[in-house]
């Protein structure tokens, strides 16, 4: 296992997170507790020593079982890790009657690590309205009294959502987690979003590096033009050796779901093989060209945006409908989108097409918004 240094300690490079663990018959909220244990069992003889899981995850028994499953090692030889659940608007009152929950459930006297969950905008103004629901607050103070050894916090909002949470409590933010992977490095501004923690020397701890199992394997062109600079390397481990290349990259969680995806990992993280520039060329070409494939190819030149009488923010759209398209659903383009007034969302369109008129990329947005509003229904 290869380690990285954050504040005085050694954090294992692979951490164990606690999202997608084997579950009995296709059922999330099923998990198989016996395999969990034995794949927890593995991981601290091979060196793994960082457990990430979170109030929601495996409707709400992921906590419970981690804490069984962690329960026969001494506390000092792990660092755990869970989250304030704000992606709930229903939560946001309740901080301290969950973190108190969170410790019991866990079986546990403090957190090592504890994160706002899911930084984004449908919550970034509560987690900012410290005087209404007093997140921060609270956090804070059981940081004081050593219930909470590192603070910080999940993102998956735009850049422009992370830069207020930094604007307010940056200074006393000490990690932040990404959805980060070689998709995303541009996909979701993650380039970006990396480059303006590294001004605030904030360590980014990855979630989603092979983004939900679409990085464990690729096209047959794709996978052989890359077994050509590495023919020893397994397709997964690409995704993970451009995560070892970004300098700030302290922490890279993988949601394992069967013994075999934790041996292969293990593998992976033995060494430090960080990429080439040549290969980091090659594998970004291969990010460009699968990104491509029905997506719109707007370069958010905002030619657009002037020339629309409901003042759609039409590039963010566009941004939106091309996530919500190459995912095949998924949360983030919902989440953003419920945060915006009616009249700001893609069915506000009235299909004028001023907006194409002026369109460099020549993209036909009134028929996109249409697909858009039918696809979120």
Not at 21 to 45: C, N, Q, Y
Not at 98 to 109: A, T
Not at 346 to 373: G, W
Request: a negative charge; hydrophobic letters at 40%.
């Amino acid at each position: 296992m290869i380690y990285r240094d954050f504040q005085g300690m050694k954090l294992s490079a692979l951490g164990f997170g606690a999202m997608r663990l084997p579950v009995i018959d296709g059922d999330d909220s099923r998990i198989d507790e016996a395999m969990t244990m034995r794949m927890v069992d593995t991981a601290m003889k091979n060196g793994i020593n960082y457990y990430d899981t979170a109030w929601g995850y495996h409707g709400a028994q992921s906590e419970p079982v981690m804490g069984r499953a962690l329960a026969g090692y001494p506390r000092e030889s792990f660092y755990l890790a869970t989250k304030f659940p704000g992606y709930d608007a229903a939560n946001w009152g309740k901080v301290e009657e969950i973190f108190e929950k969170q410790l019991e459930k866990l079986g546990v006297e403090y957190f090592d690590f504890y994160l706002f969950h899911n930084v984004c905008e449908m919550n970034i103004d509560a987690y900012l309205d410290d005087e209404k629901y007093g997140i921060y607050s609270y956090l804070m103070k059981q940081k004081e009294n050593g219930r909470i050894r590192h603070l910080g916090f999940s993102c998956h909002g735009s850049i422009d959502v992370l830069r207020r949470f930094l604007d307010a409590y940056g200074d006393h933010m000490e990690f932040c987690q990404l959805q980060l992977n070689y998709l995303d490095w541009t996909f979701q501004n993650g380039k970006e979003k990396v480059d303006l923690l590294a001004e605030r020397n904030i360590p980014v701890w990855v979630m989603e590096p092979l983004r939900g199992g679409k990085l464990a394997s690729l096209n047959p062109e794709y996978e052989a033009e890359l077994k050509q600079l590495r023919p020893e390397e397994e397709i997964p481990a690409w995704a993970f050796r451009f995560l070892q290349s970004i300098p700030s990259v302290t922490m890279i969680l993988s949601g394992m779901s069967n013994e075999e995806q934790l041996a292969k990992n293990l593998v992976t993280f033995s060494e430090d093989k960080k990429l080439s520039e040549t290969e980091q060329k090659a594998l970004m070409s291969i990010a460009d060209r699968m990104l491509a494939v029905g997506t719109v190819p707007c370069t958010a030149c905002h030619y657009c945006v002037s020339h629309c009488p409901m003042g759609l923010d039409i590039p963010k759209l566009l941004s939106l409908y091309n996530e919500h398209i190459y995912t095949g659903g998924g949360f983030i383009a919902p989440m953003a989108l419920a945060a915006l007034p009616e009249d700001k969302k893609p069915q506000a369109c009235l299909h004028c097409r001023s907006c194409e008129q002026v369109c460099p990329q020549q993209i036909k947005i009134s028929e996109v918004f249409t697909d858009f509003a039918e696809k979120l229904g």
